[in-house]
C-alpha cells in the first residue's frame, strides 16, 4: 500500500452518500440525521482556550502588540457571520414519525 488515497472509493463513497440521503428523503427523514459531530461541545471550548492563549501571548510581546487587537476583531467578525449564517437557515428537525403508544 503506498499511503494514497484511493480516489474511485472517495467517489464511491460520496455516490453511496447521496444515495442514502435520497433513501432518508424517500422515507420522510431529514438526510444526515444522526451523523453529528458526537463530541461537539469539547473540541470548540479547546479552540476558544488556545485562542486566548494566543492573544494573551500576542498582547505580552511588543512586536505583536499592534497586531492583537485586528487579530480579535477578525475572529470575532468571522464568529458573527458565522453566527448569521446559521440562523439565517431554516432549523433542521426531523418529521414527526408514528407515535408508540
Same mark, same amino acid.
Given at each position: 500500500?503506498?499511503?494514497?488515497?484511493?480516489?474511485?472509493?472517495?467517489?464511491?463513497?460520496l455516490?453511496?452518500?447521496?444515495?442514502?440521503?435520497?433513501? /432518508?428523503?424517500? &422515507?420522510?427523514?431529514?438526510?444526515?440525521? $444522526?451523523?453529528g !459531530?458526537?463530541?461537539?461541545?469539547w473540541?470548540? @471550548?479547546?479552540?476558544?482556550?488556545?485562542?486566548v492563549?494566543?492573544?494573551?501571548?500576542?498582547?505580552?510581546?511588543? /512586536?505583536?502588540? &499592534?497586531?492583537?487587537?485586528?487579530?480579535? $476583531?477578525?475572529? !470575532?467578525?468571522t464568529a458573527?457571520?458565522?453566527? @448569521?449564517?446559521?440562523?439565517?437557515?431554516?432549523?433542521?428537525?426531523?418529521?414527526?414519525?408514528?407515535?408508540s403508544?
Open positions: 500500500m503506498t499511503g494514497r488515497a484511493n480516489p474511485r472509493r472517495a467517489c464511491r463513497s455516490d453511496e452518500r447521496r444515495e442514502q440521503a435520497r433513501r /432518508d428523503r424517500a &422515507e420522510g427523514r431529514v438526510p444526515g440525521s $444522526g451523523t !459531530v458526537r463530541p461537539f461541545p473540541p470548540t @471550548w479547546a479552540t476558544l482556550i488556545a485562542l492563549a494566543l492573544y494573551g501571548v500576542m498582547i505580552s510581546l511588543p /512586536d505583536a502588540r &499592534e497586531d492583537a487587537p485586528l487579530a480579535l $476583531g477578525f475572529t !470575532v467578525a458573527l457571520v458565522g453566527l @448569521w449564517i446559521q440562523r439565517r437557515r431554516p432549523a433542521r428537525t426531523p418529521p414527526a414519525g408514528p407515535s403508544g
